[in-house]
C-alpha cells in the first residue's frame, strides 16, 4: 500500500514540475491509465519542442535533436563553465525538494536526528553576519587560536611573540576540523584497500585549483591580474569583518595572497591545473599510471624534514590520540615549499603567516561576500549537506525512496549485464582475462543508499547558529578518529547520498553506488516508453557499468590486482585509439592533436553505455514481444509523434545530454583553446554525435548513407 501511495505521488509531483497546465484538482481524480496517457502526451510535446527537424538527421543529429533546446533553457545565470543540461535542471529541482523538506515543521515521522537538523537548518536561515552573539562568537574565537594581527589597534606581535603556527593549524582541527596549511584526510589505503590511513597532503586554498598549481602559479607572477578579483575579496572580507580601512586591507591581503601564491607553486606538482588529474595518452600504458606515495611512519617524517615540521606532534594534537601506524605522504614537495616559505615570510613580516591562518579559519565562521536573503538557503543547505549528509539522506530517503521503481531498475540493470557479457565474448580479448571479466561482471550489483536507525546527540537552538556550528565542527574530530582506526572493511571516502543522481562504479564492493535523486523525471518516468528507459537512465548506467572494464578498471583498480593480460592491453589501446583519432579529426582536422586521456576515457564509457542500452532495449523488446504484437508496440511510441520506438531511443540518448551554454570568458590564462576549423563542432557535440555515428543500429534506424557524418566508415568500437 505504501508502495502504491508512492508511486502516485510520483507522478503527481512530476506533473506538478513539468507541466503546470495539467491542473492538478483533475488529476487526483484520474484513472490511472488517463494519467499516463497525459503523461505521454506531455512527453511527446517536450520531445518535439527541442527538436529542429529542418535539420538533416544523417549531418548532424544533435543539432536535429537538440536544436531548439536553448531556446528553453537558458544557460544559467552566474556560471559561466556549466551549460544547462537535464542533468543540472534535475538538481536545481532536488535541491529545491531539499529546501523544502529541510522547511517543513517537524512531523511526527521525523527522526529526532531529522529534527535536530530541520533546527540547525532554520538557526542558518536565520542567522545575520554580525549580531551580536556572532560578534561574541568571533572574539572568543580569536583569541583562543592564536589572536589576529589584521585587527586594528591588536598590538598582537607583544602579545604573541611565542606564536606557534604548527601548534594553531592542529588546534584549529581539533576543535573544528578545518586544515590550514597541514592538509590531512583520512581515506582508503590505495594499496589494500582492507584499512583506511591516514594522508598528508596539499590543504584546501583560498584560490581554486586551477590558479593554484605548480604549474599556473610558477608562470605567473603573483602581480598578474590574473590574481587581483582573489585580492579584492580577501580586502572585501577583511573590511566587511574587521571594518578595516581600505588601503590597510588591500595590503594585508596582498601579503597573504602573495604568501599562499608562493605555496602554489609546489602543489599538485604532476597534475593539471583541473580539478581532475588529467592524464596524457601515454599514461593509459598502466606501467607509466602507478601512483607511488611513501608510506612511512610519523617520526619517520619528521625526521625526513629535519624536525622543521614536527609531524608527530601535529596528528596527535589534531586528532587528540597519537598515530603509530604508518601514514601516506602525497605531497613532500608541498612541506617541503611550506617550510621554506614560512622562513622566508617570517623574516619579512612576522604577522602575515598569523593572519593568514585567522583569515583562512574565519571564513567557515562568516557568510560569504555574496551573502543576501535569496543566496542564504543555498548556502545553508551547501552546510548541511556537508555535516550531516547522512541526516539529510534519510530524509529524502523517506520522502522519495520507491522501492517498486527500484525493482524496475534492477530489471534494467540485469539486462544490460547481460549483453555487457555478450559483449566481452570479443575475439581481442584473451580467454583468461575474459573469464575474469565474466566473473567480476556476475557479481557486480546496483547499491541503493539506504539509512539505519542512527542518533544525533547534539542539542542545536534555534537562534544561535554560530553556536550550533561550532558544536558540529566539534564532531568532525571524533568521527574521523573513528574511521582512521576502525576495524570494518572501509567506506569509500566519498559515498552517494538518496539525494544526489551520481552512479558510482566501486571496484572493490563489487558494485554501482546510485543516488535515489535520478530515479525520476526526466531520467526515469514509468508511465513513459520502455525504450525511453533504456536510452536516458539505461544508457548511463551502462556508461558506468563500462567504466569497469576499460584500462583503469581492468588494472589499478582491480580489488585482486590481475592486470589483464599483455595482448588484451595491446588491442584495448588500438581500439582506444581510434577513438582518439577520431576525436582529434572531428575537433581539428588532426588526429593527434587531442591529449586528454580523461575525457576518452569518458567518451569511450559513453559509447560503450549507449551499444549496450539500446542492445538491452532490444532484448527486452524481444522477450516481451516475440510476435511483434502492435498493441504492445505502439506503447512503445509517442503520441502522435512520427518515429518508431527505435528512433525514439536514440531521440532520448541525444536529448539527455542537449546543452545551452554561454561563451566563456574567463579563460584559463595557460590553455591554448583551438579553434575548430568546423564552427560546430564541440566535445559536447562530439559526446553525442560520436557514440551514434559508430553505431551501426543508428545508421540503419535514420537510414543514413555510409559514409555520411553521422553514419562514418571507419568505426571506433571497444564493446
Ligand atoms: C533549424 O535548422 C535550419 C537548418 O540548419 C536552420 O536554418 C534554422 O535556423 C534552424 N531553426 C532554428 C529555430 O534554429
Ligand atoms: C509551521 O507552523 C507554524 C505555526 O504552527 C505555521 O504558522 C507555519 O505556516 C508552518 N509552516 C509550514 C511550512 O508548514
Ligand atoms: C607587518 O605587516 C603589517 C600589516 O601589513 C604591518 O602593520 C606591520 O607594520 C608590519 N610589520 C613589520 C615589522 O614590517
Ligand atoms: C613528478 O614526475 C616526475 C617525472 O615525471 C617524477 O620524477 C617525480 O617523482 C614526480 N613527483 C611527484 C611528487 O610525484
Ligand atoms: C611510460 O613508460 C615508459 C617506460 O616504462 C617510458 O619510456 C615512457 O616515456 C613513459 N611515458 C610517459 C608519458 O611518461
Ligand atoms: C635536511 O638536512 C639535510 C642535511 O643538512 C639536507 O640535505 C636536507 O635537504 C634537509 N631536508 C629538508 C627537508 O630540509
Ligand atoms: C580532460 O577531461 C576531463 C574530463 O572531461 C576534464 O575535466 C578536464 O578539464 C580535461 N582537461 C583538459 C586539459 O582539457
Not at 508502495?3 to 503527481?12: D, G
Request: proline letters at 5%.
Amino acid at each position: 500500500m505504501g508502495v502504491i501511495f508512492n508511486c502516485v505521488q510520483l507522478l503527481l509531483l512530476w506533473l506538478a514540475a513539468t507541466s503546470s497546465r495539467l491542473a492538478v484538482a483533475e488529476t487526483t481524480t484520474f484513472p490511472i491509465f488517463k494519467q499516463e496517457e497525459a503523461i505521454r502526451a506531455a512527453k511527446s510535446r517536450e520531445v518535439l519542442q527541442y527538436m529542429n527537424l529542418s535539420v538533416n538527421p544523417c549531418e548532424d543529429f544533435y543539432e536535429y535533436a537538440c536544436g531548439n533546446w536553448p531556446k528553453f533553457h537558458a544557460p544559467p545565470v552566474g556560471k559561466e563553465d556549466s551549460g544547462q543540461t537535464i542533468k543540472t535542471i534535475l538538481e536545481e529541482k532536488i535541491e529545491e525538494d531539499l529546501h523544502n523538506l529541510l522547511d517543513e515543521n517537524v512531523t511526527l515521522e521525523d527522526s529526532s536526528a531529522a529534527r535536530r537538523v530541520k533546527v540547525f537548518y532554520k538557526s542558518c536561515l536565520e542567522a545575520r553576519q554580525g549580531e551580536p552573539s556572532h560578534q561574541a562568537f568571533l572574539s572568543d574565537f580569536i583569541k583562543s587560536n592564536g589572536g589576529f594581527p589584521a585587527i586594528p589597534g591588536s598590538s598582537w606581535l607583544a602579545h604573541h611573540h611565542n606564536y606557534d603556527w604548527q601548534h594553531v593549524v592542529a588546534i584549529l582541527r581539533y576543535h573544528y576540523g578545518l586544515s590550514v596549511l597541514i592538509g590531512m584526510e583520512v581515506d582508503n589505503n590505495y594499496q589494500t584497500m582492507e584499512e583506511n590511513s591516514l594522508y598528508l597532503q596539499e590543504p584546501s586554498t583560498m584560490m581554486p585549483r586551477s590558479l593554484c598549481n605548480a604549474r599556473t602559479a610558477q608562470q605567473i607572477d603573483v602581480t598578474d591580474k590574473t590574481y587581483d578579483w582573489v585580492e579584492q575579496e580577501v580586502a572585501d572580507n577583511l573590511r566587511l569583518w574587521l571594518s578595516m580601512k581600505k588601503e590597510d586591507a588591500l595590503h594585508v591581503a596582498a601579503d597573504m595572497v602573495t604568501f599562499e601564491h608562493d605555496l602554489c607553486k609546489a602543489m599538485y606538482v604532476n597534475s593539471s591545473s583541473q580539478d581532475e588529474e588529467e592524464e596524457f595518452i601515454g599514461s593509459l600504458k598502466p606501467e607509466n599510471r602507478t601512483r607511488e606515495y611513501p608510506r612511512k611512519s610519523l617520526n619517520h617524517f619528521t625526521q625526513q624534514f629535519n624536525n622543521t615540521l614536527d609531524f608527530n606532534a601535529i596528528v596527535s594534537n589534531s586528532f587528540g590520540v597519537g598515530v603509530t601506524k604508518p601514514v601516506f605522504m602525497k605531497s613532500p614537495k608541498y612541506f617541503e615549499q611550506l617550510i621554506q616559505v614560512i622562513e622566508e615570510t617570517e623574516e619579512y613580516n612576522k604577522t602575515v603567516v598569523a593572519n593568514y591562518i585567522m583569515y583562512r579559519a574565519l571564513t567557515y565562521f562568516n557568510f560569504p561576500l555574496n551573502d543576501t536573503p535569496r543566496n542564504r538557503p543555498a548556502y545553508c543547505l551547501q552546510v548541511v549537506k556537508k555535516y550531516f549528509p547522512k541526516v539529510l539522506g534519510d530524509i529524502y530517503y523517506r520522502k522519495y525512496a520507491n522501492t517498486l521503481d527500484q525493482h524496475k531498475l534492477a530489471r534494467v540493470f540485469e539486462q544490460l549485464k547481460k549483453i555487457m557479457e555478450e559483449s566481452l565474448n570479443q575475439e581481442w580479448i584473451e580467454e583468461g582475462t575474459r573469464r575474469l571479466g565474466k566473473k567480476r561482471l556476475s557479481k557486480m550489483s546496483l547499491q541503493f543508499p539506504s539509512y539505519e536507525k542512527f542518533t544525533l546527540n547534539l542539542e542545536f537552538v534555534r537562534n544561535d547558529f554560530w553556536k550550533n556550528l561550532r558544536m558540529i565542527m566539534g564532531e568532525v574530530r571524533a568521527h574521523e578518529v573513528n574511521r582512521l582506526f576502525s576495524a570494518e572493511k572501509p567506506m569509500p571516502k566519498d559515498e552517494v547520498q538518496a539525494y544526489e543522481t551520481r552512479m558510482v562504479y566501486r571496484p572493490y564492493h563489487q558494485c554501482i553506488d546510485i543516488g535515489w535523486g535520478v530515479l525520476q523525471a526526466p531520467y526515469y518516468q514509468a508511465a513513459l516508453p520502455h525504450g525511453m528507459r533504456y536510452a536516458m537512465i539505461g544508457q548511463k548506467l551502462g556508461q558506468t557499468l563500462a567504466t569497469a572494464f576499460d584500462d583503469l578498471g581492468w588494472t589499478a583498480d582491480n580489488p585482486d590486482h590481475k592486470v589483464w593480460d599483455s595482448h588484451t592491453a595491446v588491442e584495448y589501446y588500438k581500439n582506444a585509439n581510434c577513438f582518439t583519432e577520431q576525436i582529434g579529426n572531428y575537433l581539428h582536422n588532426d588526429p593527434y592533436s587531442y591529449h586528454n586521456a580523461t575525457k576518452i576515457r569518458r567518451l569511450i564509457a559513453q559509447s560503450v553505455g549507449l551499444n549496450v542500452a539500446f542492445n538491452a532495449y532490444l532484448d527486452w523488446l524481444f522477450y516481451k514481444n516475440p510476435s511483434n504484437d502492435n498493441e504492445m508496440l505502439s506503447k512503445e511510441t509517442l503520441p502522435e509523434l512520427d518515429f518508431t520506438n527505435t528512433q525514439l531511443f536514440f531521440i532520448g540518448f541525444a536529448q539527455a545530454h542537449c546543452e545551452s551554454r554561454k561563451k566563456p570568458k574567463k579563460l584559463d590564462p595557460l590553455k591554448h583553446y583551438r579553434i575548430s576549423p568546423y564552427s560546430k563542432h564541440s566535445l559536447s557535440r562530439y559526446q553525442v554525435n560520436g557514440p551514434l555515428a559508430n553505431f551501426i543500429e543508428f545508421g540503419r534506424e535514420f537510414h543514413c548513407p555510409i559514409g555520411s557524418e553521422m553514419n562514418v566508415a571507419d568505426k571506433c568500437v571497444i564493446y
